[in-house]
């Protein structure tokens, strides 16, 4: 086995833990996959017993009970057909669904370091496809190679209890066959694996697609999208051709060997039966069980194939199962101590994973209770990557960030992100009611909170949408203006009372007049919440007590805006670009 191969079955291996649950079941499928494969063998020992007894002596009240016999093995056959088929909807369903909930748990619990790297197609196509393929494998593929297995050692032995001298010319025809399987199994893994990364490659493409579409109709795009795409779909069917075509070897041979040892079988034992070695109902019998090796033998090709799409699939499921989610509760978590929400950053640095670069460095900022602090700086200074560090959306790289004395990573994230609430530059809302969408953060939240948030943030649009609160968004939001999800945005941020709000630019989009509603009604929550807010505009600036200057990843001033305007050249030139700012300038 190379060292892929190896990885990609003890991957398969694991999945094990999943099916404990589901022992009992399997136990069953397997026994009643055997009967129904074991029955048929019975039958060309009746058939011996026909030819050689019934017919040959005709005794014709011998048939009686041999037919009787096989018709009662028929039946059995088909109960358990039917048997197998129910319970192995059953386990292999349950399966797929432990294995997705984990998996979708999994994905919530990971940084966002990891999305920033990952391709959504290759998430989705894990969780569906690839599930999809270890679920067809644990349903019914192993259990077949069990069984096949079992009924070749069975079959096998009664072929040489049968005429030993072609059973062993049999067992001598399987060297071969295990060769091919071998080297089948090689080859197969390596261009399985690649089919199924492709496929994840695709689905990001149509992901993207889909998702951008706005911006790629605008700027007449098409025709590169549909390009890119068609390359990318190119290139998979390549692989699966390539998938195809040694399958097909393998499978011509699995055809081939069967039908060429059945011939020098039938030669061997016309044979023998002259020279009186065996009887002509032993010669039946013979070729009889040999034919019900067939079957095994030819399923041999696609149980393997199914087998080793398993285990790459298996393989690129725990490559997500098994990224470890940094930002995780520490065993000794403290709870918050009871305060008004004191804000302290102390030496704070940040380096974004897989960079050599620190976005941030030696940053200082000291926010008492209920104190609002603007953050200004130029774009791509690490405005946005700074606020993630509170909430921990991201792990400070050094020094450390307070909340009301304790360190934020010796808190349960749970209460740490009911303390502190958010909202981004680009909110994202989901295609549920606007009203889930508003209750987040706090699913408690009463009716009264949530018409005070909409106040607040200047949503009352909310209630005018066809079904009010209860009027489902469109995907991420679409059908509203970037205005109307930005104070949405704004509503799921301050419902509730946070002890500290994050807010990453959170009047961008909104028109002057929107947005001094907006501030009035900002300010009113501000007084008393500890507030850091992203500005770019004076006039947000002016919410604030205090305004921090970030250039360079680091902080180079704080101070009231009257101070930092004229005392630091650099803050002025940052927001002299804002037509207002004479009118504003108090
Ligand atoms: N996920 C990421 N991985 C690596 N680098 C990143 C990541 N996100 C941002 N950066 C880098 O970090 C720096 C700061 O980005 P950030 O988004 O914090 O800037 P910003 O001040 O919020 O800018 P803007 O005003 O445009 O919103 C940029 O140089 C950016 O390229
Ligand atoms: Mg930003």
């Known amino acids: 086995m190379s060292g892929d191969q190896r990885s990609a079955y003890r991957s398969l291996w694991r999945l094990r833990s999943y099916a404990r649950p589901y022992r009992a079941l399997f136990a069953v499928m397997t026994v009643a996959?055997?009967?129904?494969?074991?029955?048929?063998?019975?039958?060309?020992?009746?058939?011996?017993?026909?030819v050689d007894d019934a017919i040959a002596t005709g005794d014709r009240g011998a048939l009686l009970p041999l037919a009787g016999l096989a018709l009662a093995l028929g039946v059995l056959e088909a109960l358990a057909v039917m048997v197998r088929r129910w319970v192995m909807t059953h386990s292999a369903l349950g399966v797929e669904a432990d294995v997705r909930q984990d998996l979708y748990g999994h994905l919530q619990r990971l940084p966002i370091a990891f999305h920033?790297?990952?391709?959504?197609?290759?998430?989705?196509?894990?969780?569906?496809?690839?599930?999809?393929?270890v679920r067809q494998f644990i349903g019914f593929g192993l259990v077949f190679l069990v069984v096949n297995t079992t009924v070749c050692v069975v079959v096998g032995v009664l072929l040489a209890f049968s005429y030993w001298p072609l059973a062993l010319f049999v067992l001598a025809a399987t060297v071969p066959l295990v060769?091919?399987?071998?080297?089948?199994?090689?080859?197969?893994?390596?261009?399985?694996?690649?089919?199924?990364?492709?496929?994840?490659?695709?689905t990001t493409n149509v992901e993207e697609a889909a998702g951008g579409i706005r911006t790629i109709t605008s700027f007449g795009r098409q025709h590169l999208v549909l390009h890119r795409y068609l390359a990318e779909a190119r290139r998979l069917r390549d692989a699966q051709l390539v998938k195809i075509r040694v399958l097909a070897y393998f499978w011509a041979l699995l055809e081939v060997v069967p039908q060429l040892v059945l011939t020098v079988?039938?030669?061997?034992?016309?044979?023998?039966?002259?020279?009186?070695?065996?009887?002509?109902?032993?010669?039946?019998?013979?070729?009889?069980?040999?034919l019900l090796l067939q079957w095994p033998v030819a399923s041999l090709g696609w149980l393997l194939a199914s087998a080793q799409e398993a285990e790459t699939a298996a393989e690129r499921i725990y490559e997500v199962l098994d990224t470890e989610a940094a930002v995780t509760d520490r065993p000794d978590v403290r709870p918050l101590a009871a305060g008004t929400g004191r804000l302290r950053l102390e030496g704070v640095g940040f380096r974004y994973p897989g960079t050599d670069r620190d976005v941030l460095h030696g940053i200082d900022l000291d926010?008492?209770?209920?104190?609002?602090?603007?953050?200004?700086?130029?774009?791509?200074?690490?405005?946005?990557?700074?606020?993630?560090?509170?909430?921990?959306?991201?792990?400070?790289?050094?020094?450390?960030?307070?909340?009301?004395?304790?360190?934020?990573?010796?808190?349960?994230?749970a209460e740490l992100r009911r303390a502190v609430a958010t909202a981004f530059e680009e909110p994202t809302l989901?295609?549920?009611?606007?009203?889930?969408?508003?209750?987040?953060?706090r699913p408690d939240a009463t009716d009264a909170e949530v018409a005070e948030a909409l106040r607040v943030a200047q949503a009352e649009f909310v209630h005018d949408l066809p079904w009010g609160l209860d009027t489902r968004l469109g995907e991420q939001g679409l059908t509203l203006s970037g205005g109307q999800r930005q104070r949405l945005a704004l509503a799921r941020a301050v419902l509730g009372r946070p002890r500290v709000l994050v807010l990453d630019d959170p009047l961008s989009a909104l028109d002057i007049h929107t947005e001094a509603l907006v501030e009035r009604a900002l300010r009113d929550i501000l007084r008393d919440t500890t507030a850091l807010v992203v500005a770019h505009r004076a006039s947000t600036v002016l919410l604030?007590?205090?305004?921090?200057?970030?250039?360079?990843?680091?902080?180079?001033?704080?101070?009231?805006?009257?101070?930092?305007?004229?005392?630091?050249?650099?803050?002025?030139?940052?927001?002299?670009?804002?037509?207002?700012?004479?009118?504003?300038?108090?």
């Open 430 to 441: 989901f295609s549920v009611s606007a009203r889930e969408n508003l209750t987040l953060g």
């Open 265 to 290: 079988v039938t030669l061997g034992g016309a044979i023998a039966v002259a020279n009186g070695a065996l009887s002509l109902g032993g010669l039946v019998a013979f070729v009889s069980l040999l």
């Open 33 to 50: 996959a055997l009967a129904s494969e074991l029955a048929p063998a019975a039958i060309p020992l009746i058939a011996q017993r026909v």
């Open 116 to 133: 920033d790297r990952w391709q959504t197609g290759q998430l989705l196509s894990r969780a569906t496809d690839d599930l999809g393929t």
């Open 179 to 202: 060769v091919a399987v071998r080297r089948f199994e090689l080859r197969y893994s390596r261009v399985a694996r690649r089919a199924q990364d492709l496929t994840g490659e695709l």
């Open 367 to 413: 926010i008492a209770p209920g104190e609002t602090v603007a953050l200004v700086g130029a774009t791509g200074s690490g405005k946005t990557t700074l606020t993630a560090l509170i909430p921990r959306l991201y792990d400070v790289t050094a020094g450390r960030v307070t909340l009301d004395g304790v360190d934020v990573r010796d808190v349960a994230l």
């Open 544 to 586: 604030a007590d205090r305004v921090a200057l970030l250039a360079g990843g680091t902080l180079v001033a704080v101070g009231t805006h009257s101070e930092l305007l004229a005392g630091v050249p650099a803050y002025r030139d940052l927001l002299a670009q804002e037509s207002d700012l004479e009118e504003v300038a108090p």
